[in-house]
């Protein structure tokens, strides 16, 4: 069967049998008792012509076509006050331990997320910097991390090192790293980027030369990034660089190939059949497309943010400031059209125009290391393959933050390519070890600055809250009151975490959940379960870069969101580590091909 969800044959299913025909069979003599019904019956004719298949074809066609009412409901009637609401949370941390509000737990990993060894401390490596200029800002602290004392994940990363082999990855980032990012959301290279640069210190060569996002929200946080890894130049949307003719000739490819597909797999029941027809219109498809976007020019200049005027695009890809310099690019796909819970249009989805132009892009540029992120259901394998297997060493890896100690579920692909011979050898598995570390490493803003958002926000919203167990659905009921049993059993919470869930997140312990909490100093404020449920949310739906459009609190908080609750959500943050994994493993593979060339 076909995966389409909002086909038009899918409604036509089993026409054959269903509750009309079965009163036209009436026996001509039977009869009923009782009382008579209110609503005649109507006319033998006007039966017959509504039950015929055509007829009932149209119907379908029809309410298929009138808007579905909404799926998120309000419950009707019932608004609780804000007592009502303070007493359902006192019931959801009573045993937490509320003797433990008045301190602050610096330092200390969610209770859940002790997974393995514990992180070394910091300073126990050569190559940290411990003379106050790590970081090179005011005051010593990090403005993009809000830390100047430790990044756990770096250390223990490269305390997995060989002492050659971290004496090759300070060799290559002293060499200098050159680097351009697309659709990265908030930042989740930039960060990894400039974590790692700062374990090095002044030893580092860090450049971001431009970035591509395509959300308004996403650029004003890469505009908020402080440092050498802020991008030097900011576009909008990789898209805009290809002709208006090269799109539409896509979008006739690709509205084509849809629907041939969907003719052929309209009247096939047989599962395997199915797959195999769509198999090859997919191989069709890929062949059409790239006769159209890999021939299809693109522009060399477009706006930036940044600027305030046109530049020069291919001048941040191409352009070396020496030699010995590294290349490199890191992307994120949406994983809409690959989900499961989605439409699962997969090839045929119009975001697949955006990731060709992307991949034709690098074909031209031709980077050291070429890095993608999606979900682990994208085929990042075959496309890379595909693409660029003759020039590049590929490697794909699925992992998720519970392998670094943050204590979630949810497994992104990362793919990685390195350009190079194919005598590389990996040495990523030596760093995929837990860290000991909590969620305040992923935030931007300073734990000052949180208390004082948060004070006030709480005065902002006392005198009208805004219950938000109104707005959930009965599933996501369920799946709270599972996370909520789950909390009341872990017993004292030694620090504050957060929970980012509206991504199909499942956290260690069994608890799921689709609204973001905020547990701070081991007690569940009602203003900081409603603030954090509202504004995480509203964040996470910043980092999937194309649901900010549907929020159901656009107007009503996201546009009202302080500077800093914008620098201080990290979005994909949890990744951080994943993204820094793999980028020690590239640059690694680099040196190694270079020492393989000599």
């Known amino acids: 069967s076909s995966h389409f969800g909002t086909m038009p044959h899918e409604g036509l299913r089993g026409h054959g049998g269903g509750k009309g025909t079965r009163l036209r069979r009436r026996k001509v003599g039977s009869s009923t008792t009782g009382p008579a019904r209110s609503s005649a019956r109507p006319p033998a004719a006007s039966l017959t012509e ?15 076509a009138s808007p579905k009412p909404e799926k998120r409901r309000r419950r009707s009637g019932r608004k609780p006050s804000w007592e009502a609401l303070e007493a359902m949370l006192a019931e959801v941390v009573e045993g937490i331990g509320a003797d433990a509000a008045g301190e602050a737990c610096e330092g200390d990993a969610p209770a859940s997320s002790a997974v393995g060894t514990t992180a070394p401390a910091i300073g126990s490596l050569d190559l ?35 002492a050659p082999q971290r004496a090759l990855l300070e060799q290559m980032m002293a060499r200098g790293l050159r680097w351009s990012t697309h659709y990265s959301g908030v930042g989740f290279f930039e960060v990894a980027l400039h974590d790692l640069a700062a374990a090095f210190g002044k030893q580092a ?83 059409a497309l790239d006769a159209v976007m890999l021939q299809a020019p693109l522009t060399s200049t477009d706006y930036c943010y940044n600027c305030q ?22 992307a994120g796909s949406t994983c809409t059209p690959w989900s499961a819970f989605g439409k699962r249009m997969n090839h045929f989805s119009t975001i697949m125009i955006c990731f060709c132009a992307w991949i034709a892009e690098r074909c031209r540029v031709q980077e050291d290391i070429i890095f993608h992120e999606c979900t682990a259901l994208h085929p990042s394998e075959k496309l890379f393959s595909r693409y660029l297997a003759k020039d590049y060493i590929l490697s794909a890896r699925v992992v998720c933050p519970g392998q670094f100690g943050f204590p979630a579920r949810r497994a992104r692909q990362m793919m990685v390519a390195v350009r190079s011979t194919p005598l590389c050898k990996s040495p990523a598995d030596l760093l995929f070890k837990p860290i000991n570390t909590s969620v305040l490493d992923y935030f931007i803003a300073t734990e000052a600055q949180h208390e004082a958002h948060i004070v006030r926000e709480a005065a902002e919203h006392k005198s009208n809250p805004v219950v938000i ?9 369920k799946i709270l009151r599972g996370y909520e049993e789950w909390l009341r059993n872990q017993g004292p919470c030694t620090g504050p975490f957060l929970f980012n869930v509206t991504q199909n997140c499942q956290f260690m312990g069994g608890g799921l959940a689709h609204l973001p909490c905020l547990l701070r100093k ?7 379960l409603q603030r954090y449920m509202l504004g995480q949310e509203a964040m996470c739906f910043m980092s999937d870069r194309n649901g900010i459009e549907s929020s159901p609190w ?13 620098r201080s959500m990290a979005g994909n943050g949890m990744h951080v580590p994943s993204v820094g994994a793999m980028l020690i493993w590239a640059l690694l593979s680099c040196s190694a091909v270079d020492s393989e060339r000599d």
Request: glycine content about 4%.
């Open 50 to 64: 509504e039950l015929t298949p055509p007829a009932r074809r149209q119907r379908a066609c029809r309410q298929r």
């Open 128 to 162: 940290v910097v411990d003379d106050g200029d790590v970081h090179d800002v005011p005051d010593g602290t990090d403005q993009l991390t809000g830390k100047s004392e430790r990044i756990p994940w770096c250390t223990t990363f490269l305390a997995a090192l060989d």
């Open 205 to 287: 060569d860090v450049v971001v030369s431009s970035a591509t996002e395509i959300n308004p929200r996403c650029r004003q946080m890469l505009q908020a990034h402080v440092g050498p890894c802020r991008p030097h130049c900011l576009f909008r949307d990789l898209t805009r660089r290809i002709s208006a003719h090269a799109k539409t000739h896509m979008r006739e490819v690709l509205a084509h190939f849809r629907q041939e597909l969907q003719q052929k797999t309209i009247s096939c029941m047989d599962r395997r059949k199915a797959t195999k027809i769509k198999e090859e219109i997919v191989e069709e498809f890929m062949g």
């Open 309 to 330: 005027q046109p530049c020069e695009v291919s001048q941040h890809m191409t352009g070396k400031l020496n030699p010995e310099e590294i290349t490199g690019n890191a």
């Open 469 to 477: 167990r109104d707005l959930l659905t009965p599933c996501q009921e």
């Open 522 to 528: 081991s007690v569940m404020w009602a203003h900081d």
């Open 554 to 566: 656009k107007e009503e908080v996201v546009q009202r969101m302080p500077e800093v609750e914008l």
